[in-house]
């Protein structure tokens, strides 16, 4: 079940997040800009958290939503894991852990 509610986010991004990712599209600059726009959560959250600013971060956790960002938090496995550095990993972690509970 968790996989599909997951599955279900990344389907389509909504005005504010496709304008978040124009704000941050530099961090994005692998991606040609006519695809820039459709990039899933899971790797918004990722590059967000990598390369971006705090302000951006704390943008992101505001526009996913806390309950969104917990679900891909638990999705992310092996490959998917290396990802992330691993202090910025960890951080995420402890947030998860911290505000799980909360209406946040």
């Known amino acids: 079940m968790r996989l599909n ?5 990344n389907v389509m991004n909504s005005p504010e997040v496709k304008q978040f990712i124009r704000d941050n599209s530099s961090l994005f600059w692998y991606i040609p800009e006519e695809k820039k726009e459709d990039i899933s959560h899971e790797l918004l959250v990722e590059t967000i958290l990598n390369y971006g600013d705090l302000n951006s971060v704390r943008q992101l956790f505001h526009i996913i939503g806390f309950k969104n960002l917990s679900l891909l938090h638990s999705g992310i496995q092996g490959r998917k894991k290396l990802n992330y ?3 910025i990993y960890h951080f995420f972690s402890l947030l998860i852990k911290k ?6």
Not at 5 to 9: A, D, N, Q, V, Y
């Open 85 to 87: 550095y691993p202090e």
């Open 99 to 104: 505000y799980e509970n909360s209406n946040f």
């Open 5 to 9: 509610i997951i599955t279900s986010i």
